[in-house]
């Protein structure tokens, strides 16, 4: 598929250190550990190109990876970790907002979330983000193969309700790298907002 020839680009822990901000990109983001990594490396079918985090508090990046010349994925920073200081999340939250308000290439954003403990504050506040410039936005129920199928569902259509309120349009899928669930809906979904040619 496309997103196989998904290649490093650039890491940048600044926004003026980013790619130039041409074409579209779409961003992915959620809270440490809801498996953002392993979504981004499921759906271009390589082993590691996002790499697993297990430090907290890293040095935070943006990850730009390119699809083709004009457009990219972006791996951003992953947030919620309890214990991390004070001036490292305000430092987070002004790089986040930075990017995901003043982006332009921005055409999508990929909202990861454990399917057992969705929406939570942190969620809600990345949500609320998007609303200002209206952005369409996909919801990911990560770990879907934690749950049987029906409680899966049932998680989903909560969540699609409890989302209504929102600004612009927000799909909402289950999702499993592991049991390579909901892959096809995601790749769809990003070549429309990357205007993928078919
Ligand atoms: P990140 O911190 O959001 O990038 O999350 P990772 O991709 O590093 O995953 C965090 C943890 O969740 C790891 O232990 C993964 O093995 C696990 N994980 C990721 N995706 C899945 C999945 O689809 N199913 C299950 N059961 N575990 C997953």
Redesign the pocket.
């Known amino acids: 598929s496309f997103y196989q020839g998904a290649r490093f680009l650039t890491a940048a822990s600044q926004l003026d250190q980013a790619p130039p901000d041409q074409g579209s990109e779409v961003a992915f983001i959620?809270r440490?550990?809801?498996?953002?990594?392993?979504a981004i490396n499921a759906i271009c079918h390589q082993g590691s190109l996002a790499r697993?985090?297990k430090t907290p508090g890293r040095t935070q990046q943006l990850i730009f990876f390119a699809l083709d010349a004009e457009r990219r994925l972006v791996d951003l920073p992953?947030y919620g970790y309890a214990r991390v200081a004070i001036d490292i999340k305000a430092e987070w939250q002004g790089l986040m907002s930075h990017y995901l308000e003043r982006r332009r290439a921005l055409t999508g954003l990929v909202i990861?979330m454990d399917c057992r403990h969705p929406l939570t504050v942190f969620d809600r506040e990345l949500l609320a983000w998007g609303d200002r410039r209206g952005l369409p936005r996909l919801l990911l129920l990560?770990?879907a193969?934690?749950l049987r199928r029906g409680p899966a569902a049932a998680v989903r259509s909560e969540v699609q309700k409890g989302v209504r309120d929102h600004a612009g349009p927000i799909q909402v899928e289950l999702f499993?790298?592991?049991?390579r669930v909901g892959i096809g809906p995601v790749q769809a979904w990003l070549d429309e907002r990357l205007g993928v040619p078919r």
Request: charged share 20%; glycine share 16%; net charge positive.
């Open positions: 959620g440490s550990n809801a498996g953002k990594s392993s697993t985090s992953g990861l990560t770990k193969d934690k499993s790298a592991h049991a």
